[in-house]
């Protein structure tokens, strides 16, 4: 069986099991090209995996006839090597935790371009679509990073800089290309657009924002456009909703491209392209999902609410992100990442049957985490981390690996753990004492600084931009060292990891105990874990 439009004519799809799209993808083509509603950009496997999957349902379900225009603005081989190479369509493959799949193809994309000048067809196609009325709203999925005009110091990153000078139809960026397809729609007939990030980061809405308003800033400052099209982008035609976006999409498996294979899918080959994207044309994620999204859509939206999607106000989606982020997942993961790398482990699912890494991640979530969480009303907390411990962490399909999850801890930390030690400080019910596992979190960071394993062995830490700075302070303690830990204070200090000054929230002598214990010899991260959690 071979992913494209002919190759889905074959009944082999349906007599193995395959979900396949019911509807007529070229009457769908043609209206979405007339008057298209949706463009994405971003076109990676969170997208074609869950967003795009979100269309399928509603164009199944006859409450949408339209499907999603794609761009990318970064890796351009991601259209050239898996759109165009299988018209458009994806094979997702949904991995459940009883060790069960679901195989569904999803064919919502009607057509994908490269965001380039480069690409001539391409660009013009783009500067229709945003000049038709018709368009409602441009979602992304570019990473967090895809949003920053600045260097870490402050500057803006050279390209950027000059873009600012160089003006529409100069832009080396992508948000300066976005920012001129917003130029056209300004200029054809000023229509409403909502501007959506579906990015895994807090305030998303507002980074898309912060980057549009200050690119036409920059370019009316410099005398290239009109003041006009900054006050566009500042009026109630253009909306920038926040959301929250939660479903694990790993890179293409190879257990699971052999299953595929078994059933006789042919197009099981992982691409990997020059800028190093993982890719193919299936798609293998967990079941579990969220999207909440403010809805604020100026010129109308698809009715995704019917395929699951929470719609509420911003505070609400403010509320989802900081249970997820403070409380209910991400904290979790991040204890498991620097635990399972310093207990040898190289997927974060097999840590899910050590006992004493599951007393962990539930001491964190229900018994520090849930007295100051922030309740959302629409998702409940509890249930949530019900999920997570008990579906989505363990489910053995997941290839997820410690080490990738301890990428850029120290970036974690502050928010992760912050900002439980914040509420337990301004609490007048909880003490500050109350907290064993988070500190054992922060010695066990420590600990993985070091770069030598429980069993003794040196690991090389994942990428992080404070490591250099993490091991200059550790410098000197190994295991079996027995000396003053005074070196430490300037670390435990520092507000930017932790979130607060551990010492004056009264949890440095916790940390520097749990941490003189793991570095006591081999073994001792495990009886240390093993303590604290029983």
Known sequence: ??????????????????????????????????????????????FRGFPARLQQELIEKGLADKGIVVGEGFDFEIISDVYDRFDDLTLLVTLKADGSIDRTVVGSVTEAHPCDYRFEAGWKRFIEVFENPSLQMVSFTITEKGYALKTPDGEYFPGYAADFKGGPGKGSMFLSRLAELLLYRYRKNAAPIALVSMDNCSHNGEKVQLAMQTIAHEWVANGLVEKGFEEYLASDKVAYPWSMIDKITPRPDASVARMLEEDGFEDTDVIVTSKHTYTAAFVNAEECEYLVIEDSFP????????????????????????????????????????????????????????????????????????????????????????????????????????????????????????????????????????????????????????????????????????????????????????????????????????????????????????????????????STIHKAVN
């Open 1 to 46: 069986m071979k992913l494209s439009d002919k190759g889905l004519q074959s009944a082999d799809w349906k007599a193995k099991g395959f979900k396949v799209p019911s509807y007529d993808r070229e009457a769908l083509r043609k209206r979405t090209a007339e008057n298209p509603v949706w463009v994405h950009f971003g076109a990676g496997n969170i």
């Open 299 to 526: 010129n109308g939206r698809p009715a995704l609410e019917e395929a699951g999607v929470y719609f509420t106000d911003r505070d609400t989606v403010n509320k989802v992100e900081k249970m997820k982020v403070c409380t209910c997942l991400n904290p979790l993961h991040t204890a498991l990442a620097v635990c399972g790398c310093l207990l040898g482990y190289k997927l974060i699912a097999d840590e899910m049957k050590d006992e004493d890494l599951v007393n962990l991640v539930k001491r964190i979530g229900y018994q520090e985490g849930l007295p100051v969480v922030v309740d959302p009303g629409i998702i409940s907390p509890r249930k949530f981390i019900d999920e997570v411990v008990n579906v989505r962490i363990p489910n053995p399909f997941m290839p997820d690996t410690p080490q990738r999850i301890a990428t850029d801890t120290s970036q974690k930390l502050p928010i992760r753990f912050g900002e439980t030690i914040k509420a337990y400080l301004a609490s007048d019910r909880l003490s500050i004492e109350d907290l064993k596992c988070i500190p054992l979190v922060f010695a066990a960071w420590l600990r993985y600084v070091i770069g030598i394993d429980d069993e003794g062995k040196a690991f090389e830490p994942s990428p992080d931009p404070l490591l250099g700075y993490a091991q200059e302070a550790l410098k000197g303690i190994t295991l079996g060292y027995g000396g003053s830990l005074d070196q430490l204070r300037p670390v435990l200090s520092n507000q930017k990891i932790f979130g607060v000054d551990l010492y004056q929230a009264g949890l440095a002598d916790a940390v520097l105990g749990y941490f003189r214990s793991m570095i006591a010899g081999t073994g001792c991260v495990r």
